[in-house]
């Protein structure tokens, strides 16, 4: 059973960092490209970043360039989204998810950033 | 970016009933392969979202095959045919066709 669970949101204020993480289980994780979908509470899905499969390609939205950056361990079977400079606007669920098709999702994991 | 518009923004519908959600995009989303990679996921009350339907028609495994997907290049729509109580949500397309990949602003479905 193909199983991705995210871990490390939590309460941060403005300006400061979060490492959030996803432990995926259930697949040949190193096969799968890999993203991360945030939505903020009551809005919508907002895609945020993606990684390839071996790591070598990185993708991000503009609002998160040079903030956030995602990175994997095939050898843990495990994705990262490492948060800088937080701003208000990143207060959201953060989700992992397979890329291929977006047909594997964590539960989420809220990240609030607020002073 | 390309602007996905999702209409209804709420949908209401009996036990059994049909209904369709209707996805237009502001650009074709036809990829030089050939192939549309316009997907539609559905997000249950307190849940992470969940594939339905990816490149436009095709019946992910473990959904019921009263879903059904359809269209082209900028107009698509989800049809559930017959619905149940376990269909209400949220329903959402998304393209990834085109960098960055986005999401339509979503259906609510609510049941009567």
């Known amino acids: 059973e193909v199983q991705l669970v995210e871990s490390g949101g939590g309460l941060v204020q403005p300006g400061r960092s979060l490492k959030l993480s996803c432990a995926a289980s259930?697949?040949?994780?190193?096969?799968?490209?890999m993203a991360w979908v945030r939505q903020a509470p009551k809005k919508g899905l907002e895609w945020v970043a993606t990684?390839?499969?071996?790591?070598?390609?990185?993708y991000y939205r503009d609002s998160v360039k040079g903030r956030f950056t995602i990175s994997r361990d095939n050898a843990k079977s495990t994705l990262y989204l490492q948060m800088d400079s937080l701003r208000s606007e990143d207060t959201a669920t953060y989700y992992c998810?397979?890329?291929?098709?977006?047909?594997?999702w964590g539960q989420g994991v809220m990240v609030t950033v607020s002073s | 970016d390309v602007v996905l518009t999702q209409t209804p923004p709420t949908l209401s519908a009996t036990i059994g009933q049909s209904v369709s959600i209707s996805c237009r995009s502001s650009?074709?989303?036809?990829?030089?392969?050939?192939?549309?990679?316009l997907n539609w996921l559905l997000q249950r009350p307190g849940q992470s979202p969940q594939l339905l339907i990816y490149s436009v028609s095709n019946l992910e495994s473990g959904v019921p095959n009263r879903f059904s997907g359809s269209g082209s290049e900028t107009d698509f729509t989800l049809k559930i045919s017959g619905v149940e109580a376990e269909d209400l949500g949220v329903y959402y397309c998304?393209?990834?066709?085109?960098?960055?990949?986005?999401f339509g602003s979503g259906t609510k479905l609510e049941i009567k």
């Open positions: 259930g697949f040949t994780f190193s096969d799968h490209n």
């Open positions: 650009q074709s989303l036809l990829d030089g392969d050939g192939d549309t990679y």
């Open positions: 990684i390839s499969y071996d790591g070598s390609n990185t």
């Open positions: 998810a397979r890329h291929d098709n977006f047909d594997y």
């Open positions: 998304m393209q990834a066709t085109h960098a960055p990949l986005t």
